[in-house]
Each structure stands twice: as C-alpha cells, then as structure tokens.
C-alpha cells in the first residue's frame, strides 16, 4: 500500500503561483511513477503532469507546459507541482497519483491515489 497526501493549495490571484506537494508513505515510493491530475466542478478528471520514478522523464498536457513544472525529491518521499502564472480555468482540486509500472495520461492505469487539495485561481 502507498498513502499520498497533498498540500499546498489556496486561493490566489491570476498570474499568482502555488506549489503542491505529495508525501508518499507505505511500500517503496520512490519507485513509482508519479502523476498529478485534477478536477473541477461538474468535469471529467483531468491529467496534468507525470513524473518517472527517477525524475528523468516527464510528461504535461498542453494547457500548463511553460507554466507548471513536475519534480520529486525521493529521499523525502514528496513530488511537487510548481505552478506559475496561474489562471481562472486552473482552478480545480488537484490529485497526486502513483502509479507502478505506468507513465502517462490514463487515471485508470494510477494505483493510489490522495484526498486531494483545492486550488481556486480568482481573476
């Protein structure tokens, strides 16, 4: 088992940043490959970035590349997502994921997953 846990959200202002953090804790995290994704009110999950087990490899959908960056520090069991020059339509709870032998955009294919924490971008 692997039990994730975000931080970080909050409310702030366009074009403000936030930085989310994920602590892995349970089996070796250090591992898995990673993922952040999110939801807002009345949508479909929404993959946002992935990360390898050893950072080497990275993946983001269209809509955050150039604003969000995707890192981990193993030796804390934590993997962030940087989030720059934020906009209204990014407001959503964000998810971190793990997933065992999966890099990429499927939820399906994520194995543990966290409570999420809220971000609201105000325009």
């Known amino acids: 088992q692997v039990q994730l846990v975000e931080s970080g959200g909050g409310l702030v202002q366009a074009g403000g ?26 949508q479909e999950r929404e993959f946002v970035a992935a990360i ?4 080497g490899r990275t993946n983001y959908v269209d ?5 969000f960056t995707i890192s981990r520090d193993n030796a804390k069991n934590t993997v962030y997502l940087q989030m720059n020059r934020l906009k209204p339509e990014d407001t959503a709870v964000y998810y ?6 999966y890099i990429g955009r499927n939820s399906d294919q994520y194995d543990y997953w966290g409570q999420g924490t809220q971000v609201t971008v105000s325009s």
């Open 17 to 42: 940043s936030l930085r989310l953090s994920c602590v892995a804790s349970g089996r070796t995290v250090s591992s898995n490959n990673m993922g952040w994704f999110r939801q807002a009110p009345g």
């Open 52 to 55: 390898s087990w050893s950072g």
């Open 63 to 67: 809509s955050v590349k150039g604003r």
């Open 96 to 101: 971190c994921a793990a997933a065992l032998g």
